[in-house]
């Protein structure tokens, strides 16, 4: 819970901050702080926190178990963390023609990133919703952050729509949980005997299913993503691709395992949406030509891809590869978005065109875009390989468990190797283009702006060390 009152706290003092025209520390200072956050993080994982700060802490069972501390939303805060790390250290280039907003963006994201950790660590179905409304608002406001631009307004208006209306069907289906056991509080609720839940109970949990899968933009609930990933500023598109988009699956990933829904065909109706999800977001995205919508259908698939935690044997190594494919897509995400987003501001051009040369042009960034993209497609050397072969083969363990499950988890596989197969051909279409397509004619390659490069390379180094290290992941769930 401190961890969480710190990253308010924090978001809070930028707001005060530019009232005393303090608008240069804003950055540094937040930095500063997101970085000793994550060090206590860490710390609290490993368990030294308690014998470095004796003392220190709040005491979760006075709050009802509104906020229960665990290795797995631990994990997730300190990704969450790290992803908004990178994400303000783009904020102050990004927004340098809007100086005077700059303590807005950044308190912006670190309340999201209050959301997102709310929704990680919650005990209690209140503070589950609450997580995912602090998150939403947030990227409501981001997505519709440029008003004298009408394709960020139609993305904020669309945004704010479907995600209210999917928030209505999580409030729905909360109500209908506390009607059928008198409780909010999910410890509780699982020690309750499925037998004797009323019916309503079963259409509580799938109401929260379908709103979730609106909020992860897993197929059918996706329409509203490709048109808002394209509408919103880039760096709001990168913060709904990676931190949003992770934490909303980890959320609906521990809302499933302490709900534990026992109801026919409901673990099969995920498999469906996650092969869909795959399926369709890998083959429109062969048809795309902005880069951003094609990462919009390439989020959808990913979505898919982490769907397949849900098919496990042991909790915590679900858990755990869960949280290793999702920090590796994330990290990918922001360091291809670094590189869109320098692209972007140098050509004002979102095409795939735009990348044609910057092999040449721009080397580092070509270099890093490549090895973003193929981690997306799950190539190896970089971590969304080994994410993937991690998910696959945990599926794969729960046919030889569960031997009636073999032909489903057989197919279930199969499916999702052809989707990453047909990945690669929209990935290499822009690898293509910064190789082996001239540039336009220039004089001089613009000088792009060192940040871009800077974060893009730090995230594409930490994908690198995850896949050197996957142990070391593991570990953390010992």
Same mark, same amino acid.
């Given at each position: 819970?401190?961890?969480?009152?710190?990253?308010?706290?924090?978001?809070?003092?930028?707001?005060?901050?530019?009232?005393?025209?303090?608008?240069?520390? /804003?950055?540094?200072?937040?930095?500063?702080?997101?970085?000793?956050?994550?060090? #206590?993080?860490?710390?609290?994982?490993?368990?030294?926190?308690?014998?470095?700060?004796?003392?220190?802490?709040?005491? @979760?069972?006075?709050?009802?178990?509104?906020?229960?501390?665990?290795?797995?939303?631990?994990?997730?805060?300190?990704?969450?963390?790290?992803?908004?790390?990178?994400?303000?250290?783009?904020?102050?280039? %990004?927004?340098?023609?809007?100086?005077?907003?700059?303590?807005?963006?950044?308190?912006?994201?670190? %309340?999201?990133?209050?959301?997102?950790?709310?929704?990680?660590?919650?005990?209690?179905?209140?503070?589950?919703?609450?997580?995912? +409304?602090?998150?939403?608002?947030?990227?409501?406001?981001?997505?519709?952050? +440029?008003?004298?631009?009408?394709?960020?307004? @139609?993305?904020?208006?669309?945004?704010?729509?479907?995600?209210?209306?999917?928030?209505?069907?999580?409030?729905?289906?909360?109500?209908?949980?506390?009607?059928?056991?008198?409780?909010?509080?999910?410890?509780?609720?699982?020690?309750?005997?499925?037998?004797?839940?009323?019916?309503?109970?079963?259409?509580?949990?799938?109401?929260?299913?379908?709103?979730?899968?609106?909020?992860?933009?897993?197929?059918?609930?996706?329409?509203?993503?490709?048109?808002? #990933?394209?509408?919103?500023?880039?760096?709001?598109?990168?913060?709904?691709?990676?931190?949003?988009?992770?934490?909303?699956?980890?959320?609906? %990933?521990?809302?499933?395992?302490?709900?534990?829904?026992?109801?026919?065909?409901?673990?099969?109706? /995920?498999?469906?949406?996650?092969?869909?999800?795959?399926?369709?977001?890998?083959? /429109?995205?062969?048809?795309?030509?902005?880069?951003?919508?094609?990462?919009?259908?390439?989020?959808?698939?990913?979505?898919? #891809?982490?769907?397949?935690?849900?098919?496990?044997?042991?909790?915590?190594?679900?858990?755990?590869?869960?949280?290793?494919?999702?920090?590796?897509?994330?990290?990918?995400?922001?360091?291809?978005?670094?590189?869109?987003?320098?692209?972007? @501001?140098?050509?004002?051009?979102?095409?795939?065109?735009?990348?044609?040369?910057?092999?040449?042009?721009?080397?580092?960034?070509?270099? /890093?875009?490549?090895?973003?993209?193929?981690?997306?497609?799950?190539?190896?050397?970089?971590?969304?390989?080994?994410?993937?072969?991690?998910?696959?083969?945990?599926?794969? +363990?729960?046919?030889?468990?569960?031997?009636?499950?073999?032909?489903?988890?057989?197919?279930?596989?199969?499916?999702?190797?052809?989707?990453?197969?047909?990945?690669?051909?929209?990935?290499?279409?822009?690898?293509?283009?910064?190789?082996?397509?001239?540039?336009?004619? +220039?004089?001089?390659?613009?000088?792009?702006?060192?940040?871009?490069?800077?974060?893009?390379?730090?995230?594409?180094?930490?994908?690198?060390?995850?896949?050197?290290?996957?142990?070391?992941?593991?570990?953390?769930?010992?």
């Amino acid at each position: 819970m401190e961890i969480l009152i710190a990253v308010a706290g924090l978001g809070i003092l930028c707001l005060i901050a530019e009232i005393f025209n303090l608008r240069k520390a /804003i950055v540094p200072v937040t930095i500063a702080g997101l970085l000793a956050t994550l060090v #206590y993080v860490g710390l609290k994982i490993t368990g030294k926190s308690a014998e470095l700060f004796p003392g220190f802490g709040i005491d @979760e069972a006075s709050m009802n178990n509104m906020f229960i501390t665990t290795k797995f939303g631990l994990a997730f805060t300190g990704l969450f963390v790290l992803l908004a790390l990178l994400l303000i250290a783009l904020t102050p280039q %990004f927004q340098k023609d809007h100086k005077a907003k700059l303590s807005d963006f950044v308190a912006t994201k670190l %309340f999201l990133l209050t959301g997102a950790i709310a929704l990680v660590s919650f005990g209690n179905l209140s503070m589950f919703f609450l997580g995912i +409304e602090i998150l939403s608002i947030a990227l409501y406001v981001l997505a519709a952050s +440029e008003p004298k631009n009408l394709r960020s307004n @139609e993305a904020g208006m669309k945004y704010f729509l479907m995600g209210s209306f999917a928030s209505g069907f999580i409030l729905f289906g909360i109500a209908l949980i506390y009607g059928a056991t008198g409780s909010f509080d999910l410890t509780f609720i699982g020690t309750i005997n499925r037998e004797i839940m009323p019916w309503w109970f079963n259409i509580g949990v799938v109401l929260i299913t379908i709103g979730l899968m609106f909020k992860v933009a897993a197929v059918p609930f996706h329409f509203w993503a490709p048109d808002v #990933y394209e509408g919103s500023p880039a760096l709001t598109t990168a913060t709904m691709s990676t931190l949003a988009k992770v934490a909303a699956v980890a959320a609906f %990933f521990k809302l499933v395992i302490m709900l534990n829904p026992v109801m026919k065909g409901y673990l099969t109706t /995920i498999n469906v949406v996650a092969v869909l999800s795959m399926l369709v977001g890998n083959l /429109i995205a062969l048809r795309q030509t902005s880069v951003k919508r094609m990462l919009a259908f390439s989020g959808i698939s990913h979505a898919g #891809y982490m769907l397949l935690a849900f098919q496990f044997v042991s909790v915590t190594e679900a858990e755990s590869n869960l949280f290793y494919y999702a920090a590796a897509y994330a990290l990918a995400g922001i360091a291809a978005f670094g590189v869109i987003i320098a692209v972007n @501001e140098a050509k004002q051009s979102e095409q795939i065109s735009a990348f044609n040369g910057l092999g040449k042009t721009h080397p580092v960034l070509a270099a /890093i875009l490549s090895g973003s993209l193929l981690s997306m497609a799950g190539i190896p050397v970089f971590a969304g390989f080994f994410g993937k072969m991690m998910l696959f083969s945990q599926v794969l +363990e729960k046919g030889k468990f569960i031997p009636q499950t073999k032909t489903a988890v057989l197919t279930l596989v199969l499916l999702a190797v052809i989707s990453s197969i047909i990945s690669v051909g929209y990935y290499f279409k822009v690898i293509i283009a910064m190789y082996n397509k001239e540039a336009d004619a +220039e004089t001089e390659p613009k000088k792009l702006p060192w940040v871009y490069t800077a974060v893009a390379g730090v995230a594409i180094v930490l994908n690198l060390a995850l896949s050197a290290l996957p142990a070391v992941l593991a570990d953390l769930w010992k």
